[in-house]
């Protein structure tokens, strides 16, 4: 049989890495500065830490894991369980992969809350799964980076939220658009148009507008239930189109004294006109009265980031928001939380197809070492290794080989310098340095070699 990945996950080359660690470490860099601590989770949960976290749709995007060993024991009656396959399921598998960071970060923060101090400010950067259908641009294992802050209620969490969101896109030189929108105006929403009980399946479907249109989300309205009425009244908004201070002014007529609509409208405000001045031309914020992120646990400022880079992926490469009580589900109730989530592997495909990565993000080995034979490849060991504790990457080719394979083998890695020793070097105490590039040759002290390369 053909060795194979999984649908929906990938092998990364050295050079893949390289790129993808440029990306992580100017994420990381970011998070530190701003004071966030790194943690780690399990790469699997128990299945009740995840699931009825992500509604009804993220539910059945969870990767269940079966029970070891004889996982069919507590099933009596496997017959009965083919009309209703899902009921089967808490039955062989008690563990699940995570779906996100976010609600292991809760666990964690309910787990060990005697050990935290609040407010508690921690990034986390590993693999996450979901049995999605695979697509450009959607994988079933990818890479988040996640910050949050928990166990603080305002407002400035937000701001310090755009602020690292223009500070990530900026250094890695993406211009962006900041959608914002808040789950207290979709709710009031809800309530003016009829159907506060269906205020889930209202926003799950207005989250779909951009992908698939106004028909279509109407079409899932009514098949979720909701009354001609209520469609009617939501299509001013659905059709609404305006500047942000348009919008905000058209949600304040539209929602009228409700007193849950115009604290969104105010916390909204305050976020954009806080953080405005804080970030650069690299980001645009514009506030999206549609954006609704599909996940029941925000309760407040809901973010979604798209690249403004034409030609490349349009698809959410960050998305976050407040979640207002989201450890209470663990036994921690009132404490409040913020965060977003960075998606590497899209930002991957962003700057890979627009060409944004520097060469110094796919750089390996600086100089190879290469030999006639065993007494120089043993003479070239401690200059490799002063080399290396000065920082310079540096390989010695292993083998006893003819050096135009040795300078082939430098050459199909793109190695940019390759240092030989001969009888003559040796003697000289030199080494031979040729430029792969240019081809300039030069005789150079162990000094100069570290100078020219560092």
Known sequence: MKPSTPKGTRDFSPAEMARRNYIFDTVKAVFRTHGFAQIETPAMENSETLMGKYGEEGDRLIFKILNSGDYLKDVTDLPSFASRPS???????????????TVPFARYVVQHRNDLTFPFKRFQIQPVWRADRPQKGRYREFYQCDVDVIGSDSLLNE??????IDSVFGKLNIPVTLKLNNRKLLAAIAQEVGAPDAFVDITVALDKLDKIGEEKVVEELKQRGISDASIEKLLPLIRFQGDTQQKLAFLATF???????????????TVISTAQPLISP???????????????????????VKSNLPNTLTSTICGGGRYDDLTGIFGLPNVSGVGISFGADRIYDVMLEAGLFPSSAQEGTKVLFVHFGEKEAQYCLPLVKQLREAGIATELYPDDAKLKKQFGHADSLGI????MVGDSEMAENVIGLKDMRSGEQVRVTVKELVERLS
């Open 282 to 304: 690299n980001t645009v914020i514009e506030l999206d009265l549609t954006l609704a992120r599909g996940l029941n646990y925000y309760t407040g400022a809901i973010f979604e």
């Open 87 to 101: 009921s089967l399921v808490p039955l062989i598998s008690e563990k699940a992969l995570r779906y996100d960071l």
């Open 416 to 419: 940019p310098f390759v240092a």
């Open 255 to 269: 929602l009228g004294e409700n007193e849950l609509g115009q604290k969104g409208i105010a916390e909204v405000q």
């Open 159 to 164: 701001v310090e939220l755009v602020q690292i």
